[in-house]
C-alpha cells in the first residue's frame, strides 16, 4: 500500500461532530509529523490540523481551535480527527498527509465532510 485512505465523511447540521479516520502506510507514518488538509471547490489544499511523530507538538489553524482534536496511533499507523461544533466552512473533502511536505504519490482520494446550516 503507498495510498493513504481517509474515511469517517459525512453529511451533519451545524453543530454537530464527525470523527475522520486516515490509514497511512507504514514508512510515510513512522517518522513524520501527520496532518488534515482541507480542500474546498478544487481550491488548493488548506492544513487545519497537524500532529507530531511522537504526538507531542499540535497545531490547529485558527478556524478549528477548540473544535477539532488530531490524534494518532502509532501501534496502528492510524490519524484521526474528531470534530466538534461543527460548522458551515467546514465543509470541503479532507485528505491526510506528512506535513510540512505531503508525500504527492501518496495522496488518497479524501473523505467528503458537507456541513449543513
Known amino acids: 500500500q503507498v495510498q493513504l485512505v481517509e474515511s469517517g465523511g459525512g453529511f451533519v447540521q451545524a453543530g454537530g461532530s464527525l470523527t475522520l479516520s486516515c490509514a497511512v502506510p507504514?514508512?510515510?507514518?513512522?517518522?513524520?509529523?501527520m496532518g488534515w488538509y482541507r480542500q474546498i471547490a478544487g481550491n488548493q489544499r488548506d492544513l487545519v490540523a497537524s500532529?507530531?511523530?511522537?504526538?507531542?507538538?499540535?497545531k490547529y489553524e485558527d478556524s478549528v481551535k477548540g473544535r477539532f482534536t488530531i490524534s494518532r496511533d502509532n501501534t496502528k499507523n492510524l490519524v484521526s480527527l474528531q470534530m466538534r461544533s461543527m460548522k458551515p466552512d467546514d465543509t470541503g473533502v479532507y485528505y491526510c498527509?506528512?506535513?510540512?511536505?505531503?508525500?504527492?504519490?501518496?495522496w488518497g482520494e479524501g473523505t467528503q465532510v458537507t456541513v449543513a446550516s
Open positions: 507504514g514508512n510515510i507514518f513512522r517518522f513524520n509529523t
Open positions: 498527509n506528512a506535513v510540512p511536505t505531503p508525500v504527492t504519490r501518496a
Open positions: 500532529i507530531s511523530s511522537g504526538g507531542g507538538i499540535i
